[in-house]
């Protein structure tokens, strides 16, 4: 929330630094900008930045940072995309020949199924049941409850990943995992399984860790967007006579939808990029079930040498989490703004 | 019944179940990290026995150097991006000069670009710069891609601290740097400290980059020291060690979430409109 906010004053901030004489604001006395015949103004900018190279002093470490280790190597992704490129003697320009070996690629293609799937089934889960959680959590009369509640729903997100991974694995373990055990308890013996070795069920468990996903981000986002709705219009809708459920879907969800969008595109971008807990689970496996395009980009680099080939996976994932954004954005409508009622 | 208690009483219920699913599994590796082996063979769902403390002394020799790592490494980039990025969005928001929304936006552009496109040149480069296998490997890339969200937000928040105060310094013949360090920084201590945990958390939680960049398994992060570490019990019976390592590796995170709680809910809940 408190970003949306902040967002906000710098945007109208910046809109209105343009209006203003440069003269005004702050430390301006001055380096007015000379407003004299067009052949001076060149010069005047030129003027203007020596006067103010504190400022572009001040800039340098972290331009330089981000030109080393961010600009640079975005730049060399896109441009090696169209290379046969083995990271140091082999680079022979190929045009789109990475791109049509993919379509080709039996491996990626079986991946790009699985990442629909998979990030079809979190945004399905992130849209239900840390709604319900935050919901439910707003709608407690006891504030002071509400808060542990809240606090209890984050303290899972201080657990390093990488341990909630190691907890999940011993669920799904083969001999003496939590779930199989439990399965043998409820006399359910016969269906326990190593669940991640199984080719039909792999896909499945990996969608299931988290269960039931009410502890994390999402919840806390909802819960966020709950609060920030003025209690007048809850008071108003209650006075008019609609009941706990209608308010909800009537009034709640309509101003909450600029965290539901968030939410829609954080799981988006989360299920296209985050490949670690594939390869901590399953490392692609049974065979090649599990494999998810960031695996395969990650293998064909690190295994296979092809440098080149992998930078085109990326370029397309990257084409695709910019399409997605951008569509999520324009079609997905934002919260309804209350101010105007 | 209270008639607050009465209009909470199914919301309870419901937040009670969803909360102890929730919390068993780690309940029962904090319960099972106590047990010795033929307890936890024998006795597999209930409470330990006799509490087997020699699991968390074996676990910790193990770890320990991977704890040791990912303090070094996640609190020097963190200081790195507040340092580098306080700096810069100070200059942001309180300096005018010719290019600075141009300036500002190619800082902000980098949010759209996604880990997984600079991951292989990120780590060719690292290669060729001979930073392969030391701390400089994980910690510049860490500032250089940390202090993007932290200038954004740290921006927004200097500029909105008001004129007036710097303005009146600036009359007492205050410099540039006196009223970045004694007036701007002490005004934005909360959202300082949120930005430090948020890079601390992510930094902790990484995998990938480690993995690639750090072979030598002395440097090892906690993130990619854990994953060795439980593989290595994951096919045996002897869980006791590896809860006790996996609770061990939690602790300093535990330990800083307890000390920061505020700041942490509300650094979660903003930091998650980075995208």
């Known amino acids: 929330m408190e970003l949306v906010v902040a967002g906000g004053p710098s945007a109208r901030e910046g809109r209105s630094f343009r209006k203003v004489p440069t003269g005004v604001g702050g430390q301006m006395a001055q380096s007015t900008v000379a407003s004299g015949a067009p052949k001076e103004r060149g010069v005047g900018l030129l003027r203007n930045i020596l006067r103010r190279k504190e400022a572009y002093l001040l800039l340098f470490p972290s331009f330089a940072l981000v030109f080393i280790f961010n600009y640079y190597p975005a730049a060399s992704a896109l441009f090696h995309s169209v290379f046969e490129w083995n990271g140091a003697n082999v680079q022979r320009f190929i045009g789109l020949g990475n791109f049509a070996a993919m379509l080709k690629d039996p491996t990626l293609m079986g991946s790009v199924v699985n990442l629909i799937r998979l990030a079809l089934f979190s945004l399905a889960v992130n849209l239900t049941f840390p709604l319900l959680a935050g919901a439910l959590i707003f709608h407690l009369r006891d504030l002071r409850l509400a808060y542990i509640y809240r606090v209890l729903f984050v303290i899972p997100l201080v657990v390093p990943t990488m341990v909630v991974l190691g907890i999940w694995k011993s669920i799904y373990a083969p001999h003496i995992g939590l779930l199989n055990a439990l399965l043998k308890v409820a006399g359910l013996g016969h269906i326990a399984r190593p669940w991640l070795g199984d080719f039909r069920l792999a896909l499945y468990a990996i969608m299931f860790i988290g269960f039931p996903w009410v502890a994390g981000m999402s919840t806390l986002i909802y819960l966020a967007g709950f609060q920030a709705i003025p209690s007048e219009l809850l008071d108003a809708a209650s006075i008019d006579g609609a009941g706990t459920w209608k308010r909800f879907w009537q009034v709640e969800i309509p101003l909450v939808m600029s965290q539901i969008k968030l939410i829609v595109i954080l799981t988006v971008i989360g299920a296209m990029q985050n490949f670690s807990t594939i390869m901590v689970m399953t490392n692609g496996g049974p065979g090649t079930v599990t494999m998810v395009p960031g695996l395969w980009l990650y293998r064909n680099a690190m295994y296979y040498n092809k440098m080149g080939y992998a930078c085109a996976i990326g370029t397309a994932l990257f084409a695709v989490t910019l399409t997605l954004t951008y569509l999520n954005m324009r079609y997905l409508r934002s919260s309804v703004e209350y101010t105007g009622i | ?275």
């Open chain 2, 1 to 275: 019944m209270s008639k607050t208690l009465k209009h909470d009483l199914p919301i309870h219920v419901f937040l009670i179940f969803a909360a102890i699913l929730t919390f068993y599994p780690f309940f029962f590796m904090a319960m099972t990290s106590f047990k010795a082996t033929p307890d936890f063979q024998h006795n597999f769902w209930g409470l330990p026995q006799w509490i087997q403390l020699s699991n968390y002394s074996d676990a910790w020799m193990r770890i320990r150097g991977y704890v040791v790592n990912s303090l070094v490494v996640s609190t020097t980039s963190a200081a790195g991006v507040l340092c580098i990025g306080s700096i810069s969005a100070f200059v942001f928001a309180r300096f005018h000069f010719p290019g600075r929304e141009v300036l500002f936006l190619m800082l902000l552009a980098l949010l759209m670009i996604p880990g997984i496109l600079t991951l292989v040149p990120a780590f060719l480069l690292v290669k060729n710069l001979g930073l392969m296998n030391t701390y400089g490997a994980l910690i510049l890339p860490y500032i250089a891609g940390g202090q993007i969200f932290a200038i954004f937000i740290m921006r927004s928040f200097f500029a909105s601290l008001p004129e007036e105060l710097f303005e009146s310094a600036r009359i007492d013949g205050a410099h540039t740097f006196h009223l970045y360090s004694k007036i701007c920084l002490p005004l934005s201590k909360p959202i300082l400290v949120t930005i430090a945990i948020m890079n601390i958390l992510s930094t902790w939680n990484d995998y990938i980059w480690p993995l690639v960049t750090i072979a030598d398994g002395r440097l090892w992060t906690v993130s990619v020291g854990i994953v060795s570490f439980g593989s290595q019990y994951m096919g045996t019976e002897s869980w006791g060690p590896m809860y006790a390592g996996y609770v061990l590796a939690s602790l300093p995170l535990i330990v800083l979430f307890i000390f920061t709680m505020r700041y942490f809910i509300a650094g979660l809940t903003s930091g998650a409109i980075k995208a």
